[in-house]
């Protein structure tokens, strides 16, 4: 892969973790022949067409001048049908085969209970001595919440991510890579680190700016799943500003920076978390400790977090860290409708703003809070008028 090994220009710049997730598809059809890709017809939509550079969409029936990538050996299985999909990848799985399934995010949670059955199995397979290791069942979530401009309300749901984290069996990965090369640094750990779990993970198909060369990105997976960002943190921080998939992490970052405009002499240290397991920041095998926690997040500083899926699941697993009083925590909260990105974002207290007032005030700094409540109600007026931001 190449990826960078430094940064120049931490937020610029317009890259596709979808892109990378595609080609790292590619290259696992390329060099494991028992490979499966399964997707309800949206492979292009989701911008993973790079796999059709390894294999074609599975087709028996008599193919027209217009079909493209269809053939009858063809690896790529495409069926509306999630959970028809699931079931035969987990099957797959178990026979010792490898895969993945790419789904819109707000579909994915129809295969609910095939999900808990399958990590049932793999947590009774464990006391089993004869049991082989399996392949990881890797979900691929995309076409996420925050940007569906033409679908609405109806394409927005994060369950999945809720219910993969409070099973006790800890065999259940959520994985946030915060851009393009932290989303090849996920491709490696789905496909060719992790077995005997689930790994769910998370982003945008819409292009994002960088942030983290790949050593960092590496950095987070193998040391607990989050890191200090050095290019947006003070020394001795007065208080701590967290993100939580891609989206909510730009937002995060640029709130940080919009604040220091308004408070030069505010110090904010800024935490990105990458993965969350059960009842932990970090995966399965590699937790963020106790002692971690604390040197990234302080003993008794405010804690803001911007996260991708419904705020009470990420405040459950704060809460074996530390106090929940510190903690004030952004995410989904089932509001939507057909509009702008940043309305979307405001409607669910998520945009950069909403951030700002939050600071604002956990700073004692209040006075500035009507300044962006009107921001955001202008913002809101202008999208619906025009179906733009402002």
């Known amino acids: 892969m190449n990826l960078p090994q430094t940064v120049e220009h931490p937020g610029r710049g317009d890259f596709s973790s979808a892109q990378r997730f595609g080609e790292a598809l590619r290259?696992?059809?390329?060099t494991t022949p028992d490979f499966y890709v399964f997707s309800p017809d949206e492979t292009?939509?989701?911008?993973?067409d790079a796999v059709y550079q390894a294999s074609a969409r599975a087709w028996l029936l008599p193919q027209q001048p217009w079909d493209e990538h269809l053939a009858a050996d063809g690896r790529i299985i495409e069926l509306l049908s999630e959970n028809t999909l699931f079931a035969v990848l987990a099957s797959h799985i178990l026979n010792g085969g490898r895969g993945a399934m790419t789904s819109y995010e707000a579909f994915l949670p129809i295969i609910s209970s095939q999900l808990d059955q399958h990590l049932k199995f793999l947590q009774q397979s464990k006391t089993v001595t004869w049991r082989p290791d399996y392949a990881p069942l890797n979900l691929l979530s995309t076409s996420c919440w925050q940007r569906q401009d033409h679908n609405g309300y109806t394409h927005q749901n994060p369950a999945l991510i809720s219910q993969a984290l409070m099973k006790p069996s800890n065999l259940a990965?959520?994985?946030?890579?915060?851009?393009?090369?932290?989303?090849?640094v996920a491709s490696e750990f789905m496909f060719e680190?992790?077995?005997?779990v689930v790994n769910?993970?998370?982003f945008n198909k819409n292009t994002l700016p960088r942030w983290i060369d790949i050593n960092h990105a590496r950095f987070q997976l193998t040391n607990g799943g989050a890191s200090i960002f050095g290019f947006a943190s003070d020394d001795c921080p007065d208080l701590i500003v967290s993100g939580i998939g891609d989206i909510p992490s730009r937002e995060a970052l640029a709130a940080i920076k919009l604040a220091k405009t308004e408070l030069p002499e505010l110090r904010i240290r800024y935490?990105?978390?990458a993965a969350l397991s059960y009842a932990a920041i970090g995966t399965?095998?590699?937790?963020?400790s106790q002692q971690l926690f604390d040197e990234y997040f302080g003993h008794n500083l405010p804690i803001?977090?911007?996260?991708?899926?419904?705020?009470?699941t990420i405040r459950a697993i704060m809460s074996h860290y530390t106090d929940p009083r510190r903690i004030d925590i952004h995410g989904y909260q089932d509001q939507g409708s057909t509009t702008s990105p940043m309305d979307e974002l405001t409607r669910n207290a998520c945009s950069r703003w909403d951030l700002c007032i939050n600071i604002f005030e956990r700073a004692g700094h209040p006075e500035f809070t009507a300044k962006y409540q009107n921001i955001i109600a202008d913002n809101a007026h202008h999208a619906e008028l025009y179906g733009l931001d402002a």
Request: negative net charge; aromatic residues 6%.
């Open 200 to 202: 769910i993970t998370t």
């Open 44 to 48: 292009s939509s989701n911008r993973l």
């Open 173 to 184: 990965n959520c994985l946030f890579p915060v851009d393009d090369v932290a989303a090849a």
């Open 304 to 312: 803001i977090i911007n996260f991708h899926g419904y705020p009470d």
């Open 271 to 273: 935490v990105g978390i």
């Open 27 to 30: 290259r696992q059809l390329e």
């Open 284 to 288: 399965t095998e590699c937790k963020l």
């Open 193 to 196: 680190q992790s077995k005997n």
